[in-house]
């Protein structure tokens, strides 16, 4: 029998789907439920009803799940950052043990493997280094800000976006994920601009000043590095705003303004600095690593040196090994490892963090490293076509989208001995283990929680050439 859209209906939700919905059966037909916590009964109310599916929203709880938890956060479920602060942690860690799992073997074809438990995050909170705001000229009210006819301004925010709404900011004081310093620069940013009527950026008129705002923190000294995202260049803003910032905040060793004046929604564009080096240092373990505002690193820094950890204890190396690192970035994995191999290559398509892993190697005083700038998979058809021998171990760590068809064929014409393949996204690393298992066993499964609260899996894979 159909649900119909607007209707309540009682359930049990028993599970939970990719990106932390709830999931409950009605009649036979699966609905999913958000803000569901496995093991909830509740009324959930029908939000659209398709032939063989249905999505609901929590309406009332009507019996808690024992592993529900009060959410710390007042924004949750209207912001998209966490999905799971309901759910208590131990919860979480098995749910990203089972999507793996289950990803493996739906899109993967991998029935028979183990996946190991998940690796918690040495912190539950405040453990992102990187976070990026938005401003928007059409603030997403909630119903606090509906209900008090107070002094919210509708056309200013500085936040996140709301889910599925490109266009809707929710103004943001506090965020749980980010470091207590990062908010607080947040309030002031917010503060200065709209006491200068900096106006933000429209997204649907394509009008106005500000885009974003990015703060690095760095966990080994706790100096950060601010980036506002503008559409134009205002020498005189910057400078002052700069001045506010370093006068406020001793924490703050530089900032950067980046312009960019497209459409696209990236917080990146062309960086001019207006205090200090526009670079920070950090640490993962014994190797320090300066990166700068648009480079990738790593946002849990504690719990990336758990992940390198595990990526070293995969790669099992003796100190003879060649190492071959695709998607090096800065030398993350690279210079992590480089004192455990003979010879490593570092392969990355970003010309700055090119240069900066160089850097990083010299300063780390590592001379057996080298790095080229090239698309992993235009690197690798070359590579696998020549004569020399093939890397003993290959490490991958591709972005969400994962490994180019036709670099997992050259991987396999290359045919290392053993292959560590890092992920963020198992559906697209279950896709490629999928053609790689052809001539590759899989040895071992780490899911590793980098980011605490949310539904975003990172994942390692060991593999050996059969
Ligand atoms: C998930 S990050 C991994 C970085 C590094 N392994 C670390 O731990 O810091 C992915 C990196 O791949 C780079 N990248 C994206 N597409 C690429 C491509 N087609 N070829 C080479 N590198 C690419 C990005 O610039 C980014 O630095």
Redesign the pocket.
């Known amino acids: 029998m159909k649900l119909v859209k607007g209707e309540t209906v009682e359930t049990e939700v028993t599970s939970a789907a990719y990106e932390g919905v709830g999931v409950a059966r009605v009649n036979e037909l699966v609905v999913f439920v958000r803000g569901g916590v496995p093991g909830d009964r509740v009324l959930a109310r029908i939000l659209r009803s398709k032939k063989r599916y249905a999505e609901a929203v929590v309406e009332q709880i009507l019996q808690p799940s024992p592993q529900r938890v009060e959410p710390v956060c007042s924004y949750f479920q209207i912001c998209g950052g966490c999905t799971w602060q309901n759910a208590d942690y131990e919860l979480q860690l098995q749910f990203k043990r089972q999507q793996v799992a289950d990803l493996f073997c739906r899109i993967g074809g991998l029935s028979d493997v183990q996946v190991n438990p998940t690796l918690p995050s040495p912190k539950l909170y405040h453990y992102r280094n990187k976070m990026e705001f938005t401003f928007g000229s059409r603030r997403w009210l909630t119903r606090e800000e509906i209900a008090d006819p107070g002094p919210a301004n509708k056309e200013f925010a500085l936040g996140l976006h709301v889910p599925q709404r490109f266009d809707k900011v929710l103004d943001i004081e506090r965020c749980h994920l980010a470091t207590l310093v990062t908010s607080e620069i947040v309030n002031h940013v917010r503060r200065v601009a709209q006491g200068n009527d900096w106006a933000p950026y429209d997204t649907i008129k394509h009008e106005g000043y500000l885009k974003n705002l990015v703060i690095r923190v760095s966990e080994f000294s706790q100096q950060v590095l601010v980036n506002l995202v503008t559409t134009e260049r205002h020498t005189s803003r910057m400078e002052f705003l700069a001045r506010e910032l370093v006068s406020r905040f001793p924490q703050v060793t530089t900032v950067v303004n980046s312009v960019n004046a497209s459409r696209s929604p990236v917080a990146t564009g062309e960086e001019e600095i207006y205090y200090g080096s526009g670079s920070l240092v950090e640490k993962i373990g014994p190797v320090a690593y300066t990166l700068e505002a648009s ?4 946002p849990n820094t504690l719990q ?1 040196e758990r ?2 950890g595990v990526v070293r204890d995969f790669a099992r190396l003796s100190g003879r090994e060649t190492l071959l ?10 210079l992590f490892l480089a004192d455990q191999v003979a010879q490593a290559i570092g ?4 010309a700055r ?1 090119v240069e900066l892993a160089r850097q990083n190697a010299a300063a780390n005083s590592t001379e057996n490293c080298e790095f080229l700038e ?6 690798m058809r070359e590579t696998a076509g020549r004569s020399s021998p093939p890397p003993d171990v290959v ?1 991958i ?3 969400r989208v994962g490994m ?1 068809p036709d670099l997992v064929e050259s991987l396999l014409r290359l045919g290392p001995r053993r292959i560590v393949y ?1 992920s ?1 996204n198992p559906a697209t690393q279950a896709r490629d283990l999928e053609v790689l298992t052809g001539q590759y066993a899989v040895e071992k499964i780490q899911p590793v929680d980098m980011f605490p609260h949310t539904y975003h899996i990172e994942n390692v894979v060991a593999l050996e050439r059969r």
């Open positions: 480079t990738f690193f790593q990336a992940l390198y690192d695709l998607y090096c970035g800065i030398g993350g994995i690279t392969v990355e398509n970003q963090s090239s698309d992993a998979a235009a690197y490490t760590d591709p972005p180019h890092v963020c």
